[in-house]
């Protein structure tokens, strides 16, 4: 049971990035998704989260309205697409699988029980 991010990088202020969540050993069209990024320095944080019950999603308020969590089960993938990215964005970004097909709270990371590697994602000029 894995889960593998990618699709990192080094981007400008302003720019878009795209991060990819692909599980192997499960399918994520039975598990509440989450993305979660950590800065040095700072805790962890829920970044969006995604239900396979309904589709439902959430996010963080820092980035609502610029970064979408998207499922694509025929490819067992979870995507982050992040636009209008700030210096304040960068972080090493996690993808994390939840028992059930309800996403628990990002405010609880803990209930995640399979986390992915990481990918980093720099925004600088």
């Known amino acids: 049971v894995q889960l593998q991010a990618s699709g990192g990088g080094l981007v400008h202020p302003g720019g878009s990035l795209r991060l990819s969540c692909t599980a192997s050993g499960f399918t994520v069209a039975d598990y509440g998704i989450g993305w979660f990024r950590q800065a040095p320095g700072k805790e962890r944080e829920g970044v969006a989260s995604?239900?396979?019950?309904?589709?439902?999603?959430s996010y963080e308020r820092s980035v609502k309205g610029r970064f979408t969590i998207s499922r694509d089960n025929a490819k067992n993938t979870v995507y982050l697409q992040m636009s209008d990215l700030t210096p304040e964005d960068t972080a090493i970004y996690y993808c994390?699988?939840?028992?059930?097909?309800?996403?628990?709270?990002?405010?609880?990371?803990?209930?995640?029980?399979?986390w992915g590697q990481g990918t980093q994602v720099t925004v600088s000029s």
């Open positions: 995604s239900s396979a019950s309904d589709g439902s999603t």
């Open positions: 994390a699988a939840a028992p059930g097909l309800v996403a628990p709270p990002l405010t609880l990371p803990s209930v995640y029980d399979t």
